[in-house]
């Protein structure tokens, strides 16, 4: 199993906003309470009964749900939505590694119509094009 420590740089949870696309003074704001919740306590010992519930309910260790690599800790946990942000619902994360997780958010991020549909619905049909795309190649479980 890979490391599961507590990354040392939460930094990677703070994206900028894309080019030509300011952030207003309302989203500035929720960026940074996002930010710090990202690095808190809180959000780490979640991430540690999310594990384990998984383990629980899945009877195996998770796995990224894209290219099917054994996940740790270290790894990221994506939010369908931000509706329980602070007392997450296990159907709210998908468990990535960090590599499937930026290319989902890259992708959400193209354009505006993924924003249109809404977070969870987005992220629903975005994670089954590219959990398709890498069984093509011959990843994912």
Avoid at 50 to 72: F, K, T
Avoid at 118 to 136: E, N, S, V, W
Wanted: net charge positive.
């Amino acid at each position: 199993m890979r490391s599961a420590t507590r990354p040392d740089r939460v930094s990677s949870a703070v994206r900028n906003p894309r080019p030509g696309f300011p952030w207003s003074a309302r989203r500035l704001h929720r960026r940074a309470a996002y930010c710090n919740y990202m690095a808190s306590e809180q959000w780490f010992a979640l991430r540690g009964r999310w594990a384990a519930d998984w383990v629980i309910s899945h009877g195996s260790e998770p796995r990224c749900l894209i290219c099917g690599i054994e996940w740790a800790l270290c790894d990221d946990l994506h939010h369908r939505t931000y509706e329980r942000l602070g007392n997450e619902a296990a159907r709210d994360l998908i468990p990535l590694c960090r590599s499937c997780h930026g290319v989902l958010h890259r992708v959400l991020e193209s354009d505006r119509l993924w924003r249109r549909l809404g977070r969870p619905q987005a992220t629903d049909l975005i994670f089954l094009t590219l959990r398709r795309k890498a069984q093509k190649q011959g990843l994912g479980r």
